[in-house]
């Protein structure tokens, strides 16, 4: 069942890249005299993107596979030799790093060869490329990461890497929204061609491998053969790279593994005045509920992993108000009512809610980790404990959700009917959400990870994710009759009554789901949870 639910996902996500690639390389195409150029130049910008991606991916891979994996003091001290150990982790390092931007390249690279008309060749020396190609930023990763272990400790390390990564993607995230890059293919809204052409003459950086994989790879979809020495630069570089990343860790891996296991020392989440700040906001929870929210604090803020997720939600929230500007723009013109705002405020604000829901409600249970067998031994049912968990991870998701749709309501203009209506449907789906995710997080608990993204990511998580969608679109679309009214009020004169009870059955039917999603779900993770020891 997994494989098929997964293994269909992935096929999904595959063709659905295919068609998109095809679809755009093919309106790129369509441009006169400039459109192979931009096609070449959108390859090699494609291969740089991957490049630095894949730098940074294996920083952090390399980090825990040669300095931080649970097994490494049984296996350094086998019999076996340095150069066995390296290679063995280097490959590793570099399969779990580049397997997911080397298979999520492929439809890219199949969609240029069908636009292309390209043969055989190009589709064999595609796979060639890719694979030399990604030995390149291993190498540099893991170098980069043997010097930084040598003089910053190992756990520092890794959150600094992480608060790197996620501040540089953040940043790169809004760079490209706020450049608006559907523009480019409108070349009509560029003053003269020389201007649009030199959008696309940014200087070629001649000496990265993303260069010489795009001039290589090039010419084979042309059917004109390839270029063997920017072939033969990628596999003499990638060879070469990892030869000298294997001498270099060799000279200093002892004193690296040495730092890696200095301990840590108490930061902020252990200060008198903290504790003081999240008593004073945990004084309206229950007893338990206060004890639960100020522990589940003080290790959100421990756990790099998880605050800095933070920063991608606050991106993800702006970009979803920035454009709204759009839409209001494009309800100026008569395409879409204040009913058609409504909808797609309340639909989009839902499925944000959702999205921050796999991420920090759903892992909640599985954060307990290996210390759960305290909560199981404490004089606390199982009932309460889920309904406290409930409750400290509702208000952060409730106000979420309220300030999203007010903002964006007052963005988009919208009547003081529709900003009720959409205020209380968002917030009942944030209450629904969250019960999902605390129940479903119960039913499916991973108490043997350590990161949250790995919870997220599981089977149940997959389950969770359809099913809080499902709710959110069942509560948008309970309330289609209900805004009908507020759009044509002579129809619901006419019908007196009748109207009334429409109106009355679908706010029923909206606060069933909503209660459905929070007891049913909470109902199972209790009895899971309860029957985890048997």
Same mark, same amino acid.
Not at 82 to 108: D, K, Q
Not at 140 to 154: D, I, Q, R, Y
């Given at each position: ?389 409930? *409750? ?9 959700? @309220?300030? %999203?749709? #007010? +903002?964006?309501?007052? /963005? !988009?203009? =919208? ?40 919870? *997220? ?9 359809? @099913?809080? %969608?499902? #709710? +959110?679109?069942?509560? /948008? !679309?309970? =309330? ?55």
């Amino acid at each position: 069942m997994r494989l098929l639910v997964f293994g269909g996902m992935g096929v999904v996500f595959a063709a659905g890249l295919f068609f998109l690639s095809h679809w755009f390389l093919g309106q790129v195409l369509g441009v006169d005299i400039i459109g192979e150029i931009i096609a070449k130049k959108l390859l090699s910008i494609m291969f740089m993107t991957f490049f630095f991606i894949l730098v940074f991916s294996n920083m952090v891979t390399a980090l825990t596979t040669f300095y931080l994996a649970d097994d490494l003091q049984l296996v350094l001290s086998l019999p076996v030799r340095f150069e066995s150990f390296f290679w063995a982790r280097y490959l590793e390092m570099a399969f779990h790093s580049s397997w997911t931007v080397a298979t999520f390249s492929l439809p890219v690279f199949a969609a240029y060869g069908v636009v292309f008309h390209a043969g055989p060749a190009y589709y064999a020396l595609a796979a060639a490329v890719m694979f030399l190609f990604v030995f390149v930023p291993a190498a540099l990763g893991a170098a980069v990461t043997t010097v930084l272990v040598n003089v910053f400790p190992a756990h520092r390390l890794r959150e600094v890497l992480l608060v790197l990564g996620i501040v540089a993607f953040v940043g790169l995230y809004l760079l490209v929204r706020l450049m608006e890059p559907e523009r480019f293919l409108n070349p009509e809204g560029f003053g003269t061609m020389i201007e649009f052409v030199a959008r696309f003459n940014a200087p070629e950086f001649v000496l990265l491998p993303s260069y010489w994989a795009a001039e290589a790879l090039y010419p084979a979809l042309k059917g004109i053969g390839t270029q063997p020495r920017f072939l033969a630069g990628l596999v003499t570089t990638a060879a070469g790279a990892s030869f000298a990343v294997s001498w270099f860790v060799h000279s200093v891996y002892a004193r690296g593994v040495s730092k890696a296991h200095e301990g840590r020392k108490a930061g902020l989440s252990r200060t008198a005045l903290l504790d003081r700040l999240v008593g004073l906001a945990a004084f309206p929870f229950s007893p338990l509920s206060r004890s639960l929210f100020i522990k589940d604090f003080k290790v959100f803020l421990r756990q790099p992993s998880q605050w800095t997720q933070l920063l991608l939600l606050l991106a993800l929230v702006f970009v979803y108000i920035y454009n709204f500007k759009h839409f209001r723009n494009i309800a100026a013109t008569g395409v879409l009512s204040q009913w058609g705002l409504y909808f797609i405020n309340i639909g989009l604000s839902g499925f944000v809610v959702a999205s921050v829901g796999i991420r920090f409600v759903f892992p909640a249970v599985s954060l307990e980790g290996r210390s759960f067998y305290i909560v199981k031994s404490a004089p606390v049912t199982m009932r309460r404990f889920l309904a406290a968990k409930f *409750a400290v991870y509702l208000a952060p998701l409730l106000l979420l959700a @309220v300030a %999203m749709t #007010a +903002v964006s309501n007052m /963005v !988009i203009g =919208t009547s003081a009917e529709y900003f009720v209506l959409s205020t209380v449907i968002t917030a009942l789906a944030a209450v629904a959400v969250t019960g999902l995710g605390i129940g479903a997080g119960a039913v499916f608990p991973k108490f043997s990870a350590e990161n949250p993204a790995i919870v *997220a990511s599981s089977y149940g998580g997959v389950i969770y994710m359809m @099913v809080s %969608m499902s #709710a +959110v679109a069942a509560l /948008v !679309i309970l =309330t289609i009759w209900p805004t009908a009214f507020l759009r044509h009020p002579g129809y619901f004169v006419r019908m007196g009554a009748a109207a009334y009870w429409i109106i009355g059955l679908h706010a029923a039917a909206i606060l069933a789901v909503t209660a459905a999603c929070t007891v049913v779900p909470l109902w199972l993770g209790t009895r899971a949870l309860e029957r985890l020891e048997q």
